[in-house]
């Protein structure tokens, strides 16, 4: 029983450990202000071809900004909606991610002076007859949720009987169209017209819509000292003409495109972001583990109050299982990263809130399997145990559990290989693993099919060799 017990307490002070350390490097820059953005969302923020950066007219003036002001910045590739949400949960200290100054908007949060003049356009495929909003009567509109450009449609749906699709990020939102889903989109006009002159198959067309101005945001009422910062900078930057050589960078008439024309093959685009991807991979290994682990000597504890002779205990364990076996993980992923840091006003970042997130999810499960391997032992084996003067604790430990884990092997293999696919859906919270890496590329290059499939290819290559080991394991043990 000691041995047991001196195994999962190691487990769980090495997964305590992990998190301490991660927690610890992101303290570490409290100095820093954290900035949230939509990595998604050319010619303001994209990554760089190099894979290392963040460029784009947002982040060249924020770090033009923080250099003229003398601060520091963390960029965050949350996803507009992600960033929004923990700005508001004071995870993060402001976003600048195109973001127009709405009066909805300013409810909840502080804006600079507007650095940005731009308005909402309607894109159609590059065959589409569409060429108003009369045209699109009956249609279907695919939007970004969160977006002012959003906003605009459904202020006009019923008016125009518009049926809308909404997506997270642009490039999906830009494919639903070229693929023939939708028959139009609405986004910011230069966000449009940059995505039509680096190869998306898409035409603007009418009029601006909707103008508007992009400020950055923080918290209402907090961070004043950053907003005051950041004018002062702007202002600087306006007069001593440094501005207008950013703004020309990305949408001037000698403007360079996101991505080099060699990076549109497989080979270039493997040989281009190999870097990135070998990076979203280790993150995406780095949760796998961590999570599976800690996840494992939940499922034991839960699995085993389960089946202890205490009917307190049974029913806290079928109501924690019943519980984060029931929630969707991204429910609860958003829930422990957005929800839990609004009510106690403390930050959790995103890895560990990952880790945590996954470790209720697969712990339940892995729990549920756990009680199932030790009920699969005949219940003669714990009398006859018992019989011989061997108290509950030992019995378990010395004949039930060592009978039970041959049963439940294949199941901790199921379940790892459940746990690596279910880390992409942690980067809603933004988590840069593989899915969210195979996000920003394609955001930059626009070569969605391809992409995905390279990511694809990468899981199941995984996956493969993680079904191998544990058809292995299976015969082995048989």
């Not at 450009?149 to 939102?173: L, P």
């Not at 060699?262 to 979203?280: A, F, P, Q, V």
Request: proline share 2%.
């Amino acid at each position: 029983m000691k041995k047991w017990q001196s195994m999962i307490m190691a487990i769980m002070v090495a997964c305590g450990f992990v998190l301490f350390l991660h927690s610890n490097q992101v303290n570490a820059a409290e100095k820093t202000y954290t900035i949230g953005t939509d990595v998604t969302y050319a010619p303001f923020e994209y990554q760089a071809e190099d894979g290392k950066s963040y460029v784009g007219i947002d982040m060249d003036l924020m770090r033009a900004i923080a250099k003229e002001e003398g601060f520091k910045v963390d960029i965050k590739a949350l996803g507009f909606n992600a960033a929004v949400q923990a700005l508001d949960a004071n995870q993060i200290d402001g976003v600048m991610a195109g973001m127009m100054i709405t009066a909805e908007r300013r409810v909840k949060f502080d804006f600079s002076d507007s650095y940005y003049d731009a308005g909402v356009a309607m894109a159609v495929g590059k065959n589409s007859s569409i060429k108003s909003l009369d045209d699109l009567r009956g249609k279907k509109v695919a939007i970004k949720v969160g977006t002012a450009a959003g906003e605009y449609v459904n202020s006009i749906k019923k008016q125009y009987n518009i049926t809308t699709t909404t997506f997270d990020d642009s490039s999906n939102m830009y494919d639903d169209v070229v693929t023939g889903n939708s028959d139009a989109t609405f986004d910011d006009k230069p966000v449009l017209a940059y995505g039509v002159k680096n190869g998306i198959e898409m035409k603007v067309v009418g009029k601006t819509y909707e103008k508007g101005e992009y400020g950055f945001a923080v918290k209402k009422g907090q961070n004043k000292e950053l907003i005051t910062k950041f004018n002062a900078g702007l202002k600087k930057l306006k007069a001593n003409g440094e501005y207008k050589k950013i703004v020309d960078k990305y949408t001037g008439t000698n403007a360079k495109n996101a991505n080099s024309k060699d990076s549109r093959t497989i080979l270039g685009l493997l040989k281009t972001n190999s870097g990135s991807l070998l990076e979203g991979f280790k993150q995406t290994m780095l949760l796998t583990i961590v999570a599976i682990v800690c996840a494992t000597v939940l499922g034991i504890i839960l699995g085993m109050m389960g089946v202890a002779p205490n009917k307190w205990l049974n029913g806290l364990s079928s109501t924690l299982i019943y519980i984060f076996r029931g929630l969707p993980l991204i429910v609860l992923a958003f829930f422990i990263y957005i929800g839990i840091p609004n009510l106690t006003g403390s930050k959790i970042p995103a890895f560990v809130a990952g880790i945590i997130t996954l470790t209720l999810n697969e712990g339940a499960y892995t729990a549920a399997f756990v009680k199932g391997g030790i009920k699969a032992v005949d219940n003669g084996q714990m009398e006859a145990a018992r019989s011989l003067g061997l108290p509950y604790g030992k019995a378990m430990m010395k004949v039930i559990m060592p009978q039970g884990i041959k049963i439940m092997i294949p199941s901790f293999i199921n379940q790892f290989i459940i746990t690596l696919k279910d880390t992409s859906i942690l980067s809603v919270i933004g988590i840069l693993e593989l899915t969210q890496t195979g996000k920003i590329i394609i955001a930059r290059n626009l070569e969605g099919f391809k992409m995905w499939l390279i990511i694809a290819v990468i899981y199941l290559v995984i996956i493969t060799l993680l079904t191998w080991l544990s058809n292995l394991v299976e015969r082995k043990i048989k």
